[in-house]
């Protein structure tokens, strides 16, 4: 570790010979088992004798098959019982937001959100033609005396929100809050959207929103963080069968929303066979080693990291402006998202913020690099 250590002094003027040290998307890494996993598992599908069949169409929803392997992958984070023809396989979890906002909220609707939320939450809603309105966070996630004050107020549809792990904060909302967020969601009957796509990599967290409430509670959770980006693949739970048939039978001649057939049998191998199970927990196991590289090398930082996250959120010294930060490290490319990009207002005030995404870099040599750049800024500001 000392040695990986050693890089974090490394002078800007090395740092800009260096390629791009992207520290602001957050897809997981890749453990070395994902290739020969992956190569397994294209070679199991390609002795099926219905292979050349499978990609003759592509089913609404997933077929039957891919459905029950949904099932599998979230029984560490719902109960059996909740997922019987409740689920249906989406194109990745903006399609099924889409498919939710345009569903729950409609057109003019207003959708409560956290005030710093999922980057792209804004360009879903204006896709979908509704309105945003953030609440506060504190420490925990959504503050609920906030959301109460935007209920009473707003009359919002819907919440849009991300408690296990949050997008960007890193904060995970503990269970009395999710059950506040819950009774205050059931008195104003508003609708919630629990995007949890970090479950999987935090079986421990406190149980989802959807699993307390699973009558209000439409849960999505994409395998975008858990296993990989290109996958294209989220799972939908709605608080009912009737009522999932009725979202998806609203859209079921638009295909946009469908999953890719072969990639949905692939991640089905995968879970069947275990194989997705072992890279999950291979990508925690490195999450934790990057984190450990966080802590260290940011150390005196105000930063908020959770144990096998894929990010970590850092409040600045006053003196050092998130935006001077993020355009002097991207001059010698590093790059990492302030506050702004997440902020869902972007009129209104926004924390001294930077999100770090840790996970990134195919090379954790280049963690190291990039968390170094980072320090010697913060440090030169105090
Ligand atoms: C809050 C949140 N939801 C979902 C996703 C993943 O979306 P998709 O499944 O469309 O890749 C991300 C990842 O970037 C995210 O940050």
């Known amino acids: 570790m000392d040695a990986v250590l050693s890089h974090a002094n490394a002078t800007p003027e090395s740092l800009a010979s260096w390629q791009a ?5 957050s897809i997981p890494p890749q453990p070395s088992l994902f290739t020969p ?33 949904a ?9 059996l019982d909740m997922l019987d023809e409740r689920v249906l396989v989406c194109n990745g979890t903006q ?89 205050i969601a059931r008195h104003y009957g508003v609708a919630i959207i629990e995007d949890e796509p970090l479950g999987c990599l935090h079986p421990e967290a406190p149980a989802p929103i959807a699993a307390m409430a699973p009558d209000i509670t439409w849960y999505v959770a994409g395998v975008t963080k858990g296993l990989a980006h290109g996958f294209r693949i989220a799972y939908l739970v709605g608080p009912s069968e009737r009522e999932i048939q ?23 191998d995968w879970i069947e066979s275990g194989s997705a199970d072992q890279i999950r927990t ?57 506050s702004d990009a997440f902020a869902v207002e972007p009129h209104r005030r926004q924390v001294n913020a930077v999100r770090i995404s840790l996970s990134s870099p195919l090379d954790r040599q280049d963690v190291v690099r990039g968390l170094g750049a980072i320090a010697k800024e913060c440090q030169a500001s105090m």
């Open 282 to 338: 291979a990508i925690s196991e490195e999450a934790k080693i990057r984190q450990k590289m966080a802590s260290d090398i940011l150390v005196g930082l105000d930063l908020t990291l959770r144990e096998g996250a894929l990010h970590g959120w850092l409040m600045l010294p006053q003196k050092l402006d998130r935006r001077e930060l993020v355009q002097k490290l991207a001059q010698n490319n590093v790059f990492i998202r302030q």
């Open 37 to 69: 996993m992956l190569q397994e598992s294209l070679e199991r599908l390609a002795c099926r004798r219905d292979i050349g069949l499978l990609l003759r169409n592509s089913t609404a929803g997933g077929t039957a098959g891919d459905r029950s392997a």
């Open 246 to 268: 009725e979202i998806a039978s609203a859209v079921g001649r638009l295909s946009y929303w469908f999953p890719s057939a072969l990639s949905a049998a692939v991640l089905r």
């Open 95 to 183: 399609a099924a937001l889409l498919l939710l906002f345009e569903a729950l909220v409609g057109q003019g609707g207003l959708l409560a959100a956290e005030a710093l939320s999922y980057g792209v939450l804004s360009q879903l809603a204006a896709r979908a033609h509704i309105r945003v309105c953030g609440v506060e966070l504190d420490d925990h996630g959504i503050d609920p005396s906030s959301f109460e004050a935007v209920c009473r107020r707003h009359r919002p549809k819907a919440l849009y929100c991300n408690p296990t792990v949050h997008n960007p904060t890193a904060s995970i909302m503990p269970e009395d809050h999710r059950q506040a967020i819950v009774d």
């Open 21 to 25: 040290i992207d520290l602001s998307r």
């Open 71 to 79: 099932r599998l992958w979230l029984r560490s984070r719902l109960p």
